[in-house]
């Protein structure tokens, strides 16, 4: 599920979109973070707010994972300490510039190729080094779920031009992915119990969601005052949560 959702400027760096929503984030919480993401001042917002994190790295960008690589290890602790350029970030974003100690772990792709993962997590005894290869590969349902945002839903198909459109189709589209996603979980959930086959149930529609439609309450909750947003918004929604049955199946099918 989404749990929280920003559209911003294309200028917008998304390290510091992400410091936005770690405000939705309780303390720990476990981050999986991509290679766009490591930074000295992002690791010590993390470590500030006691949040664990595992992120990928790149091989030639950090000169701890250099130097782990080439002494052939699979697993160590190293510290990351504050170069310049880091320090000037902590310092603008009031964040300490105390060294942080990371663990790097190797691991083997089926590819042949190598990746390095660096993490808060340091105690080898309760994670141990061979969990992380799955633990990172379930980054891969977020990118599924970017291509059903892009592709399925269309966040980026606007039915206006000003900026308050923009923003309440992207809300809206936010809201009616996670009712998919919502419904298609507490599935999976109450098949497990009961021992039925996810494909057993995709010819279930989604018309108990008409009553958005008819839900005024509910409308007022999502939308706040009709004089400032208008009904369209609304309408919009309750037509991309019925168009969502195709998704719905696509997920069900799996």
Not at 221 to 248: C, K, M, N, S
Request: charged fraction near 25%; proline fraction near 3%.
């Amino acid at each position: 599920l989404i749990l929280d959702a920003l559209i911003a400027p294309y200028q917008r760096a998304e390290r510091d979109l992400l410091v936005e929503h770690l405000a939705a984030l309780e303390t720990g919480c476990l981050l999986l973070l991509d290679m766009g993401y490591p930074a000295f001042w992002l690791f010590a917002a993390l470590q500030t707010r006691r949040i664990a994190w595992c992120a990928r790295v790149a091989l030639d960008t950090w000169s701890v994972v250099r130097d782990f690589l080439a002494a052939g290890q699979d697993d160590a602790v190293v510290t990351l300490q504050a170069h310049a350029e880091a320090l000037a970030d902590c310092r603008a974003r009031g964040l300490p510039t105390t060294p942080i100690p990371v663990r790097l772990i190797r691991v083997l792709l089926p590819t042949g190729e190598v990746e390095v993962l660096m993490t808060s997590l340091l105690d080898a005894v309760d994670f141990s080094a061979g969990e992380f290869a799955e633990l990172y590969h379930l980054r891969w349902a977020q990118e599924e779920n970017y291509k059903r945002f892009k592709c399925r839903v269309e966040v980026e198909n606007w039915s206006g031009k000003s900026a308050l459109s923009i923003f309440q189709d992207f809300h809206a589209k936010v809201l009616a992915l996670n009712l998919v996603l919502a419904s298609t979980a507490q599935e999976i959930v109450d098949d497990r119990r009961c021992g039925v086959r996810r494909s057993d149930r995709t010819g279930r529609r989604f018309r108990q969601l008409l009553i958005f439609e008819k839900c005024d309450g509910l409308r007022h909750a999502v939308f706040g005052d009709g004089e400032i947003l208008g009904g369209q918004p609304f309408h919009r929604i309750a037509a991309l949560v019925l168009h969502a049955d195709d998704l719905h199946h696509e997920l069900c099918a799996r």
